[in-house]
């Protein structure tokens, strides 16, 4: 069975500068997909990035950016020039993408980000 | 497109007490799911459906039953509320799998449930 570790419940970033959150997976598979989420207090779930296993390059969304290291299972997120509203919780999530697969996330814990002005 | 909808977004209960959630989506997703959230824990699915008519069991399935009579919907019921069962409760669609394409999951705004 596939497991998403996030080992950092808390961090915190001052205003502008940068941050990245951690996450590790574990799994069999060669092919899947990897998610960071955003929930802010508003309790919405909004995806920020998403990384296909097969491509090497690593995603990149405006201030948000990963380091994808497939041979390590890891899955990084990192959060330039942070701003008051990037403050939430943040999840990493993975999805299988063989064949007869669901679209099933399995999630990390989360790590509570807070940004400092 | 109002997305993803869920009702109610707040309930109390008492032990022992039942209450169906419901989930509605305008998209025309094929697949639905229901998770539930939990300090600490994460999101972890509860039951899942790919489709009209067919539902199945996720991660954590033991107390709730689930219902897709309609595509539009997705009803996750608590026969008998317990007090583990006080979590905010998400519901989210997606389009089916597609090699060619990766379909994310979209979520609705939550439920928040506490069983006394």
């Known amino acids: 069975a596939q497991t998403v570790t996030q080992s950092q419940p808390e961090m915190s970033v001052q205003e502008a500068e940068t941050v990245t959150l951690s996450c590790t997976y574990d799994?069999?598979?060669?092919?899947?997909?990897l998610f960071w989420y955003k929930q802010p207090p508003s309790r919405q779930m909004i995806l920020v990035i998403r990384?296909?296993?097969?491509?090497?390059q690593n995603a990149t969304e405006n201030r948000f950016s990963v380091n994808f290291q497939k041979a390590a299972k890891s899955f990084s997120l990192k959060i330039s020039d942070s701003q008051l509203g990037d403050a939430a919780m943040y999840f990493c999530?993975?999805?299988?993408?063989?064949?007869?697969?669901?679209?099933?996330?399995?999630f990390g814990t989360g790590t509570l980000l807070a940004v400092q002005p | 497109n109002a997305g993803v909808t869920q009702t109610p977004k707040f309930r109390v209960l008492k032990t022992g007490q039942s209450m169906t959630l419901l989930c509605a989506q305008d998209?025309?997703?094929?697949?639905m799911y229901w998770y539930r959230q939990d300090p600490g824990m994460g999101l972890r699915l509860i039951h899942y459906?790919?489709?009209?008519?067919?539902?199945a069991k996720g991660e954590v399935p033991d107390g709730y039953n689930v219902s897709r009579l309609k595509k539009q919907n997705f009803l996750l019921g608590l026969e008998s509320a317990a007090p583990s069962q006080t979590s905010v409760y998400f519901c989210?669609?997606?389009?089916?799998?597609?090699?060619?394409?990766?379909?994310?999951?979209?979520f609705g705004p939550g439920t928040r449930l506490t069983v006394t």
């Open positions: 989210a669609s997606s389009p089916p799998q597609n090699s060619y394409r990766l379909y994310e999951q979209y």
């Open positions: 799994t069999s598979e060669s092919d899947y997909y």
């Open positions: 990384q296909e296993a097969y491509k090497q």
């Open positions: 999530a993975y999805r299988s993408a063989r064949g007869g697969a669901t679209n099933k996330l399995i």
């Open positions: 998209m025309n997703h094929e697949y």
């Open positions: 459906s790919v489709g009209e008519g067919t539902t």
